[in-house]
């Protein structure tokens, strides 16, 4: 059976919020994070990626089409930039539409969940989710220090279980009488 894959215009679509309709004719400007992408000293390289499927660097500000959609030559294409990003957006007067002053992937970096050193299995609970997801100067290892889980797994890149450290006479397989493993304290 094929996979079931969700259908979707294939370019992004900028509109208006304040009149429904497309930014036509407008401009967009993506730069460094936290600056101002209209700058040019703090603009970004954008590729386009045409119907094609080829890539080409394209000069800023890139315009809309009468539709709200990137245009290159006269063909909607898809904008792509390598890491977090800014993104300012004018209509055709010059007026700003919106401004994100840090995205990564169209999301603001601070919805994502950062999992550095984290046990290998574990639940985030309502309440870690309810009070940290959106504040920036939380990250879930700092909450993990504050709140252990039942297992540690000890640091990443080291084996949860070492079995060489383990004494004979607590780990034989061949042994019916020891032949279960001590994780240790739980």
Do not use: C, W
Not at 15 to 44: C, H, K, M, Q
Not at 79 to 104: F, M, N, R, T
Not at 135 to 154: E, L
Request: charged fraction near 15%.
């Amino acid at each position: 059976m094929a996979d079931t894959n969700e259908v979707k215009p294939p370019y992004t679509y900028y509109a208006d919020p304040t009149r429904g309709r497309p930014v036509f004719n407008g401009f967009i400007y993506v730069g460094d994070p936290d600056t101002d992408p209209e700058i040019p000293s703090n603009r970004l390289v954008v590729r386009a990626v045409q119907e094609s499927g080829a890539t080409v660097a394209i000069a800023q500000p890139i315009r809309t089409g009468a539709g709200g959609v990137p245009m290159l030559n006269g063909s909607p294409v898809q904008l792509v930039v390598d890491g977090e990003y800014s993104i300012k957006i004018l209509d055709s007067a010059g007026a700003q539409v919106y401004y994100a002053p840090s995205l990564v992937g169209g999301v603001r970096p601070t919805t994502i969940v950062r999992t550095q050193a984290i046990p290998l299995t574990f639940t985030l609970p309502n309440r870690f989710i309810n009070k940290n997801l959106f504040d920036p100067n939380i990250q879930a290892i700092d909450y993990y220090n504050a709140n252990p889980t039942v297992m540690d797994f000890g640091l990443l890149g080291v084996a949860p279980f070492n079995f060489e450290n383990i004494p004979a006479s607590r780990f034989d397989l061949a042994d019916e009488s020891t032949a279960t493993i001590d994780l240790g304290v739980l």
